[in-house]
C-alpha cells in the first residue's frame, strides 16, 4: 500500500500545514497548469526543484519519496511509451532530442504526482472539507468529499484482510499472465466493493440517526483565516503563474540536447 | 502439526505485535487463543498459514517451513476462516464460491461437484445452492465461508472469532460441529474472546497478551483461575464465577462445565437431605 501512504494525511505541525488549504490548492493547481503549459525539460526540472523546499518545510520527505516510488511505475511506462512511439514515428531512430522529451513528458507526470503529493500529505481532510465549503461548495458535497478522502486508508486495510482471505482459499495473485493477473483480481475487488457499498448505507443510517442536516444554516468550530504565511504563498503562486505565462508566450526555451551542442547526427539503432 | 518457535512479528508501521511466541500445536488438537483486542492472536494465527511471515523465529508446518513455501501450498492442509465473511465472498452463487478454493487447488471438476455437494450439505445449506451468497443472513454468510474452506478438507481448521455476531443456537452448532471434526482427527485452532463459548468447549487454552503467551493449560485450569483471566481481561464463565463464590460451602471452585455444575450442586443437595 505503499501509494496509499505517499497521500495519506498525518497530523503534524509545520508551517506548511497550517497553511490555508484553499491558498495551497490553488498554488497546486498552479503547479499544474505551468506543467502542462511546458513540454520543454528546463522548465519541467524547476518545477520539480521548487517542491522540494515545501517538502523540507513540512517535514514530510519520507511518504513524499514513498509517493513518489509508487509512481515510478507509471513513470517508466510513460517514458518507454514516448521514446517507443517516437522510435517508430521518426524512422526508427533514437535522437538524443527524442530521449529528452521522453524525458521532460515523464518530469510533468512526476512534477504532477509530486505536488499532489505534498497537497494531500500536508492538509487535513477537515481543512480541504472546510476549504470547499467556503468557496461555496454545497455541504452535501463537501462532507461526502471528506468522507471519500477519510475512507481510503480504510479501504486500503480491508483490501489487504480481503487478499488474505482469498490467498487462505488458494488464490495466487501474481500467477499466469497479464490478463489472467487482473482476472485475478476480481475476487478481491468484489468484496471490496460490496463491503463499500454496505458501509456507506450503514454510515448513512448512523448520520441520519444522528440528526444529520436537521438544520440548514451550519456554523463550523473552525474558521479560515489566511495568515501571513498564506498571502506570501499567494504572491509566489501569482508571481510564478505570470512569470510562467511570460515565459511560455515571449522567451523560446533551449533543449539540453541544445545546449549541449550535440549535433543530431541520430545514432540510428542497428536492425 | 504446527511448531512456532520464539517467533517475532513487526507490522511495517512498526507496530510489534508478536514478542517471542513459542507454541506447538499437535495433530488433532484442539485450542483456543484468547485474550484481548491487541493482544496479537490474530497475527500469531496468521503464521500457521504462511499469510505472515515471522519477523524472527519460525514456524513450521507438518516440517515444512513457512517462509520456504507459498501460503496456497500451506492453504492446502491448514484451512483459514475469516472473521467476517464479508471479506471472502465474491461469487454469484454460494456454490461457485464454495467450489472457488477447490479450482484453485486443481481438483477435477467432478471432485470438484462431489465436494461442494458434500460441504453444502454438512452446514445445511443445500437449499441455497444456486442463491447469491449476499443475499444470505450474516450467519448463512458465515456458514457459507466455514462451508468453502472445509470444502477441501484441511487437516487443520483455524477459525478467527467464530461466534462474534452467531446466536446461541448457530454456536451450538458450531460446537457440535467442531466436536465432529475433533473426531475425524482434525487439528483445530480457535481465535476468540467467548469465555462462555470455551467453557462448553473445553479445549486447551493458550492465553496471549501484548504479544506474548501469558498461560496454557486445559480449559478448566485457566478459566477457573481469576488472577491469570485478570491478567488478560477476561471475566470468568459465569458457572466459575457461581462456584467461586460458593467456594466457602465446600464445593470445588474450577467447574466451568455445565452438566459437572449440575451433578455437583445435586450431590451436595443429597447429602444434605440424607443428613
Not at chain 1, 476480481?186 to 440517526?209: F, G, K, N, Q, T
Not at chain 2, 467476517?84 to 464454495?98: A, C, G, K, R, Y
Not at chain 2, 481481561?233 to 464465577?241: F, G
Request: hydrophobic fraction near 50%.
Amino acid at each position: 500500500m505503499s501509494v496509499f501512504d505517499g497521500l495519506k494525511f498525518r497530523k503534524i505541525h509545520s508551517p506548511i500545514h497550517d497553511l490555508d488549504p484553499r491558498v495551497k490548492f490553488a498554488y497546486v493547481i498552479s503547479v499544474f497548469v505551468i506543467a502542462i503549459i511546458f513540454y520543454q525539460i528546463i522548465p519541467l526540472l524547476f518545477l520539480f526543484v521548487l517542491q522540494v523546499p515545501f517538502v523540507l518545510l513540512a517535514h514530510v520527505q519520507r511518504q513524499w519519496l514513498r509517493s513518489l516510488r509508487g509512481a515510478a511505475f507509471l513513470a517508466v511506462v510513460i517514458f518507454v511509451v514516448n521514446v517507443g512511439t517516437d522510435y517508430f514515428t521518426s524512422g526508427y531512430a533514437v535522437t538524443a532530442a527524442n530521449i529528452e522529451s521522453a524525458a521532460a513528458l515523464t518530469l510533468r507526470f512526476v512534477v504532477l504526482v509530486e505536488s499532489f503529493s505534498v497537497f494531500f500529505l500536508t492538509t487535513s481532510p477537515d481543512h480541504l472539507g472546510l476549504a470547499l465549503e467556503e468557496s461555496r461548495v454545497p455541504y452535501e458535497f463537501a462532507f461526502a468529499f471528506t468522507t471519500a478522502v477519510r475512507f481510503v486508508p480504510v479501504l486500503a486495510e480491508e483490501s489487504q484482510t480481503i487478499m488474505d482471505a482469498q490467498k487462505a482459499r488458494g488464490l495466487e495473485l501474481e500467477k499466469g499472465g497479464f490478463l489472467k493477473k487482473i482476472r485475478n483480481y476480481i475476487p478481491v475487488l468484489i468484496p471490496l466493493i460490496v463491503s463499500a457499498i454496505r458501509r456507506s448505507l450503514e454510515l448513512a443510517e448512523a448520520m441520519e440517526s444522528r440528526a444529520w442536516g436537521a438544520t440548514k444554516k451550519r456554523t463550523n468550530l473552525y474558521v479560515l483565516k489566511l495568515h501571513r504565511g498564506d498571502y506570501a504563498l499567494l504572491a509566489i503562486t501569482v508571481g510564478l503563474l505570470v512569470a510562467a505565462v511570460y515565459v511560455r508566450i515571449y522567451v523560446p526555451i533551449p533543449t539540453i540536447v541544445h545546449l549541449l551542442k550535440i549535433k543530431n547526427s541520430a545514432f540510428t539503432i542497428g536492425i | 502439526m504446527i511448531v512456532a518457535e520464539d517467533v517475532h512479528f513487526c507490522y511495517p508501521n512498526k507496530v510489534e505485535a508478536l514478542k517471542g511466541v513459542s507454541l506447538t500445536v499437535k495433530n488433532g488438537e484442539f485450542l483456543a487463543i484468547m485474550g484481548q483486542n491487541g493482544a496479537g492472536k490474530s497475527t500469531f494465527v496468521k503464521h500457521f498459514n504462511g499469510l505472515l511471515k515471522p519477523t524472527s523465529g519460525k514456524v513450521s508446518v507438518d516440517g515444512v517451513e513457512t517462509t520456504k513455501t507459498s501460503v496456497a501450498a500451506l492453504a492446502r492442509n491448514v484451512g483459514f476462516v475469516f472473521q467476517n465473511p464479508d471479506h471472502q465472498l465474491f461469487s454469484e452463487t454460494v456454490e461457485e464460491e464454495i467450489a472457488f478454493a477447490l479450482k484453485n487447488f486443481g481438483f477435477k471438476p467432478e471432485v470438484v461437484e462431489e465436494r461442494v455437494t458434500w460441504a453444502l450439505n454438512l452446514l445445511a445449506l443445500t437449499q441455497y445452492r444456486k442463491t447469491s451468497p449476499f443475499l444470505l443472513s450474516g450467519g448463512e454468510r458465515k456458514r457459507v465461508a466455514l462451508a468453502s474452506v472445509l470444502a477441501w478438507d484441511p487437516q487443520v481448521l483455524i477459525l478467527d472469532e467464530p461466534t462474534i455476531g452467531q446466536d446461541h443456537e448457530q454456536k451450538e452448532i458450531l460446537r457440535q460441529f467442531i466436536v465432529q471434526l475433533q473426531t475425524q482427527g482434525k487439528t483445530v485452532v480457535i481465535v476468540t474472546h467467548d469465555v462462555e463459548f470455551v467453557a462448553e468447549c473445553n479445549p486447551r487454552v493458550v492465553l496471549m497478551k501484548e504479544g506474548k503467551i501469558v498461560a496454557e493449560g486445559i480449559g478448566k485450569e485457566i478459566l477457573t483461575n481469576p488472577d491469570v483471566l485478570a491478567e488478560s481481561s477476561i471475566v470468568l464463565p459465569q458457572i466459575a464465577q457461581i462456584f467461586m463464590k460458593l467456594s466457602q460451602l465446600g464445593l470445588p471452585k474450577n467447574i466451568i462445565d455445565i452438566y459437572e455444575a449440575e451433578k455437583i450442586i445435586l450431590n451436595a443437595e443429597e447429602t444434605k437431605q440424607s443428613k
